[in-house]
């Protein structure tokens, strides 16, 4: 149910699309991301766009091709989720270890201040 303080945590007003993170969001996920290569050229791509990218096609369900112009370019954005996808389960399961640990933690923390 949708209460006042729910509906604050979760709004999503001044971002550019619904499913962009925010963040709070980005701070958890951020130091789960992989670090730049340390040959070739560097990084000019922000991780935190491109997952963006990811997560509005997600939800969209739209092609590579469309994806909006304000997203880093489509074959950027696929590059690295093939990346991520073929060789980072462990950066899932870190990903999903913290998260987790979090709603833990806040689960003990409401339950104490209800005096549980």
């Known amino acids: 149910m949708w209460t006042e303080i729910t509906r604050l945590k979760y709004e999503r007003e001044g971002q ?3 499913s ?16 730049a290569k340390r040959l070739g050229r560097p990084r000019e791509t922000e991780l935190r766009n491109v997952l963006d990218a990811i997560l509005y096609i997600a939800r969209t369900g739209c092609q590579w091709q469309l994806l909006p112009k304000d ?14 996808r073929d060789a980072t389960v ?17 689960a003990a923390n409401q339950a104490r201040r209800r005096g549980h």
């Open 16 to 18: 550019r699309y619904a």
């Open 90 to 106: 462990c950066l899932r399961r870190s990903i999903l270890h913290c998260c987790c640990k979090r709603a833990k933690r806040q």
């Open 71 to 84: 997203f880093p370019p489509f074959t950027t954005v696929q590059g690295y989720f093939y990346d991520w």
């Open 20 to 35: 962009d993170l925010t963040d709070a969001e980005w701070a958890l996920i951020a130091p789960h991301m992989p670090a």
